[in-house]
């Protein structure tokens, strides 16, 4: 089991991470030893998180949500799957 969340950082901005443990590594973020990014943005809030089967699943979920505008991460958080379709077609559109 392991999973992939979206942290609130302290200054709006929305760090993605990947964990086998996610109890023990909001702690870590949460007292600044998380990582780099999360420890200049405290506090940090869960804002949303998925389990998945296996680490190397959550990892490739961490990636391709850090690859999304922030638009689709508000819409992932929402659990608004018509919306994330929908920007990924704009997307997709305009890079034609």
Same mark, same amino acid.
């Given at each position: 089991?392991?999973?992939?969340?979206?942290?609130?950082?302290?200054?709006?901005?929305?760090?993605?991470?990947?964990?086998?443990?996610?109890?023990? @590594?909001?702690?870590?973020? $949460?007292?600044?030893?998380?990582?780099?990014?999360?420890?200049? /943005? &405290?506090?940090? #809030?869960? +804002?949303?998180?998925?389990?998945?089967?296996?680490?190397?699943?959550?990892?490739?979920?961490?990636?391709?949500?850090?690859?999304?505008? @922030?638009?689709?991460?508000? $819409?992932?958080?929402?659990?608004?799957?018509?919306?994330?379709? /929908? &920007?990924?077609? #704009?997307? +997709?559109?305009?890079?034609?």
């Amino acid at each position: 089991m392991a999973h992939v969340y979206i942290l609130e950082c302290g200054d709006g901005s929305y760090y993605v991470g990947s964990t086998r443990n996610l109890d023990h @590594r909001l702690q870590q973020h $949460a007292v600044g030893k998380g990582a780099k990014y999360t420890s200049r /943005r &405290l506090p940090v #809030r869960l +804002a949303w998180a998925q389990e998945t089967a296996s680490i190397a699943e959550a990892y490739a979920w961490e990636k391709k949500i850090q690859g999304w505008s @922030r638009a689709k991460r508000e $819409a992932l958080m929402r659990d608004d799957w018509d919306e994330i379709q /929908r &920007l990924s077609k #704009r997307r +997709a559109g305009a890079a034609r």
